[in-house]
């Protein structure tokens, strides 16, 4: 019924920035929080950032001072900066949403989009 979809992950070099995207459709009355996820091989998905619908924000301190969330309403969408990228940041990111929808709420995940940064 919503579909999460994320754009914008590609390979940069170390030290480089990135900017990813994710744009929810379908039935959307409102979006609660978004937030940003990564799953490198063989390890568990990481929470990375959050933000909620009036724009308050939680980072993971992996990232802190390095990546930033912000969102659009108007577009439904949900952005991730990502500066001062390392290798370690290599993984295939996702985002998420708490959505209300027409009968309740439901959190949604994008398909995720692929980083490499390489060194």
């Known amino acids: 019924q919503v579909v999460l979809v994320e754009s914008g992950g590609g390979l940069v070099q170390a030290g480089g920035s990135l900017r990813l995207s994710c744009a929810a459709s379908g039935t959307i009355r409102s979006i609660n929080d978004m937030g940003w996820y990564r799953q490198a091989p063989g390890k568990e998905r990481e929470f990375l950032a959050r933000i909620t619908s009036v724009g308050s924000t939680n980072y993971a301190d992996s990232v802190k001072g390095r990546f930033t969330i912000s969102r659009d309403n108007a577009k439904n969408t949900v952005f991730l900066q990502m500066n001062s990228l390392k290798p370690e940041d290599t993984a295939v990111y996702y985002c998420?949403?708490?959505?209300?929808?027409?009968?309740?709420?439901?959190?949604?995940w994008g398909q995720g989009t692929q980083v490499t940064v390489s060194s």
């Open positions: 998420n949403a708490d959505v209300r929808g027409l009968y309740g709420r439901y959190n949604y």
